[in-house]
């Protein structure tokens, strides 16, 4: 029979598990997004670097002498100038929260994550974890509204929650003084209050995914059976 010990070394476990989980989903995330960024930033370089080379070559033919010592040069600067400026500005700026209004749904969970990452530096440590918990979310969720209509009761309640509360959220707490972020209020810091917020957040998003997935799994056990009744009378009629 196990004792009170056994249980709660069991519910430690469970939890480090689950903490384990998490992390690994994040981290995983967190690696992919550095991988794209890479692969971004090589094929911008690449492709600029070989406009410029096509760019001398055709000038080599067009002009009688060539491009000559100081065209060669040119070229090396302008390769050089290319790949470092590439390689250290980022491609495009994060969305403004003003977008996240207007962007078709199914592009809604990615331009919101692009944001929300966009805001996490400025974020307090502790709920740095929430932010990236809710990033794994709306990547998962992201596919699941590609199919839901715009209009649908469900697809105003994601694009409520995702594009309107969470940005609302968050930009309430940045334009708190900073010095003030620690101060209890009420019971509670602004600190506490936005953990708790990105909390709800992040489990009302899970259960909006699992709503949607349940909404699948329905429609597919229906075309089962529909698939199961047509077949099986159809081989029974023959």
Do not use: C
Not at 6 to 28: F, G, I, P
Not at 109 to 118: G, S
Not at 164 to 181: H, N, S
Request: proline content about 7%.
């Amino acid at each position: 029979m196990p004792t009170d010990v056994d249980r709660q070394l069991a519910q430690a476990d469970a939890l480090l598990e689950r903490t384990r989980e998490r992390y690994s989903s994040v981290s995983k995330r967190s690696r992919q997004r550095r991988e794209a960024e890479i692969l971004r930033r090589v094929a911008r370089i690449a492709a600029a670097d070989g406009l410029i080379i096509a760019v001398a070559l055709v000038l080599g033919f067009i002009l009688p002498g060539g491009i000559g010592m100081f065209g060669a040069l040119l070229m090396m600067a302008l390769l050089i100038a290319a790949t470092v400026t590439l390689a250290i500005f980022p491609q495009s700026a994060p969305p403004r929260v003003e977008q996240l209004a207007q962007v078709p749904l199914k592009a809604l969970p990615v331009t919101t994550d692009r944001w929300l990452e966009a805001q996490r530096p400025a974020l307090p440590s502790p709920v740095r974890g929430l932010v990236d918990s809710i990033g794994v979310k709306l990547e998962m969720l992201a596919p699941q509204l590609a199919a839901l209509d715009e209009h649908a009761p469900a697809a105003g309640e994601v694009r409520k929650l995702v594009g309107e509360q969470l940005p609302e959220l968050i930009k309430g707490y940045q334009r708190v003084p900073e010095p003030l972020r620690r101060v209890e209020r009420n019971g509670l810091t602004p600190d506490q209050q936005l953990a708790q917020g990105l909390q709800v957040i992040d489990e009302e998003i899970a259960e909006m995914s699992a709503h949607l997935a349940q909404g699948d799994l329905d429609q597919l056990a229906t075309r089962g059976r529909y698939l199961q009744i047509k077949y099986r009378d159809d081989g029974l009629a023959s």
